[in-house]
C-alpha cells in the first residue's frame, strides 16, 4: 500500500492499467445501442450499391464527349432516384436525362450538369471542357463490402446509428454495460425533501453522481446513504460488491475519526492507494473490494465531481471496453490572476470562450473552495494548472480541459 501522494497522471495511470475489460456481449435492436460500446461491425454490401448520379443532368458515355466545340447526343429516356431507367444499353450518340441519386443506366459513366447543356427538343447539344467520370459516385466509393465500419472498441453516435441503418444493419452486437453501486456516507446528510436539523446538510453528491454515471450508459445500483458507522460502511460495501463491477462511495475516504471506507476496505479487500497531489480531491482511496474495483470519493462536491471526471470516468470507460484517449487540453489566455502554490495539480472551474481574434480566452467561475458547488454549476471547463506551476498572471497561456464532451 502507497501511502505518498500519487500525481495525477501515476494515479489515472495506475487506476487503468488494473482494469481488465468486459467482454461479454448483447444483440439489441439498432434504436437502443446509442451510447454502447460496440464490437467489430463489417459492411454486407457496398454503399452506395451502385453507381449513381451526384447532380440532375444528363448521362452518357466519356466517348462521346466532344473533344473541340460541341456534340449533339439524342435524348433517349429518363432515371430517376428509385426508378431506374427501364430502357436497353444507352447506344453511343444517346443520353439520358438523369436525378440526382439515380443509378447510371448500361452505356453510360459521365454525368453533366443539366445548366451545362442546351436541348432542343430529344436533341441535347454538349459543349467541350467536360472530363469522364464527372459527377458519379462510384459503387462502394463510401463503403467497400467486406470493409470494417466500426471499430471494436467504439462509443456509438448518432452519426454511428446513421451510418448502420444505411447498411441495413437492425441489430447491433455491443458490449454489456458495467455494473456500479455507489452510496454517500454521513450522518448529516438528508436527502432533499427532507426537513433538516441542526448540523445537516442536504446529500448532493449522490443526485450529482447518478446523473453522472447515466451520461456513461452504465447499469447503477443507488444504496443510499449510509451513517457514519463502522458495521454500517462495511455492509454497505459488502452488498455493492455482490452487485457491482465498480462500488463507488462519496465521503468518509479522509482520516477524520467517522471516516470508515480506508479502514473497512483494507479488511474487505485492498487498498492501492488513497491519496492524490491534486486540488480539489486530495483524499482519493482506489481499490478492490472482492472482485469489484473501488473508488472512494471525497465528501466535499466539487472534489467528488472532478475524481470523478478525472478518474472514474475514464476506469468506466476502459471496464466498458471503450478505447480511452487522453484528456483532451486546449491551449487559452487567462484574462486574470490565478493563486495557486507548487506541489499539486489544480483543477480550477472556468469560462472558455472565443475572442475577435479567434484566441482562446478563459476566467475563474469565482471562489474555488471545494464546497462551493457554483463554481461547477457556472464552468464550461477545468483550468489545468500542473503540479509545479505557481500564481497564474493575467496574460498568460494556460491548459483548459472543455466540458464537452467529458460532463
Same mark, same amino acid.
Given at each position: *500500500? ?6 495525477? $497522471? ?10 481488465? =475489460? ?41 466517348? $462521346? ?17 428509385? &426508378? ?37 427538343? #430529344? ?61 454517500? %456516507? ?5 436527502? =432533499? ?9 442536504? #446529500? ?7 446523473? *453522472? ?65 491534486? &486540488?480539489? /480531491? &486530495? ?6 473490494? /472482492? ?9 466535499? =462536491?466539487?472534489?467528488? *465531481? ?33 493563486? &495557486? ?23 475563474? %467561475? ?9 463554481? *461547477? ?10 503540479? $509545479? ?9 494556460? #491548459? ?8
Amino acid at each position: *500500500m502507497k501511502h505518498s501522494l500519487l500525481s495525477v $497522471d501515476d494515479a489515472r495511470l495506475h487506476i487503468l492499467s488494473a482494469i481488465t =475489460p468486459l467482454t461479454q456481449q448483447e444483440t439489441l435492436p439498432l434504436a437502443n445501442v446509442l451510447g454502447r460500446v460496440a464490437v467489430e461491425v463489417c459492411s454486407a454490401l457496398d454503399v452506395p450499391p451502385s453507381a449513381n448520379s451526384a447532380m440532375d443532368g444528363y448521362a452518357l458515355s466519356a466517348a $462521346d464527349l466532344p473533344a473541340s466545340e460541341t456534340s449533339d447526343l439524342v435524348l433517349a429516356g429518363i432515371a430517376y432516384a428509385g &426508378k431506374p431507367y427501364t430502357g436497353n444499353s444507352v447506344l453511343p450518340g444517346q443520353c439520358i436525362r438523369i436525378m440526382t441519386g439515380a443509378v447510371l443506366p448500361a452505356g453510360t459513366d459521365t454525368v453533366i450538369m443539366q445548366e451545362q447543356v442546351e436541348c432542343h427538343g #430529344d436533341m441535347v447539344q454538349v459543349g467541350a471542357g467536360h472530363v469522364p467520370g464527372q459527377n458519379v459516385r462510384l459503387a462502394g466509393e463510401d463503403i467497400a463490402r467486406g470493409q470494417t465500419v466500426m471499430q471494436a472498441g467504439r462509443r456509438i453516435t448518432p452519426a454511428d446509428i446513421g451510418l448502420l441503418a444505411s447498411l441495413g444493419i437492425s441489430h447491433v452486437t455491443v458490449l454489456r454495460r458495467p455494473r456500479v453501486a455507489f452510496f454517500s %456516507t454521513g450522518d448529516e446528510l438528508r436527502a =432533499p425533501g427532507e426537513v433538516l436539523g441542526q448540523g445537516d446538510i442536504y #446529500d448532493s453528491n449522490r443526485p450529482a453522481l447518478r446523473a *453522472m454515471l447515466q451520461r456513461l450508459e452504465v447499469e447503477v445500483h443507488d444504496l443510499g446513504t449510509v451513517r457514519d458507522q463502522r458495521s454500517l460502511v462495511k455492509n454497505a460495501l459488502l452488498e455493492a460488491a455482490g452487485r457491482a463491477d465498480v462500488v463507488i462511495s462519496t465521503g468518509g475516504a479522509s482520516v477524520g475519526d467517522t471516516d470508515f471506507i480506508k479502514d473497512c476496505l483494507e479488511e474487505l479487500g485492498q487498498v492501492d492507494f488513497w491519496k492524490i497531489a491534486m &486540488k480539489p /480531491g &486530495k483524499p482519493l482511496a482506489f481499490g478492490r473490494v /472482492g472482485a469489484a474495483l473501488f473508488f472512494g470519493l471525497p465528501g466535499n =462536491p466539487v472534489s467528488a *465531481m472532478t475524481t470523478f471526471y478525472q478518474f472514474v470516468q475514464p476506469a468506466l470507460r476502459r471496464i466498458a471496453g471503450e478505447v480511452v484517449t487522453t484528456p483532451l487540453l486546449l491551449k487559452a489566455i487567462c484574462t486574470e490572476t490565478l493563486k &495557486k502554490g507548487p506541489g499539486r495539480t489544480d483543477f480550477q472551474r472556468g469560462i472558455v470562450d472565443t475572442r475577435e481574434d479567434g484566441q482562446l480566452r478563459v476566467r475563474s %467561475t469565482g471562489e474555488q473552495g471545494s464546497g462551493i458547488l457554483t463554481s *461547477m454549476s457556472k464552468a464550461n471547463c477545468y483550468i489545468v494548472l500542473p503540479a $509545479d506551476r505557481g500564481t497564474v498572471q493575467a496574460g498568460e497561456q494556460v #491548459d483548459v480541459q472543455p466540458f464537452a464532451g467529458l460532463i
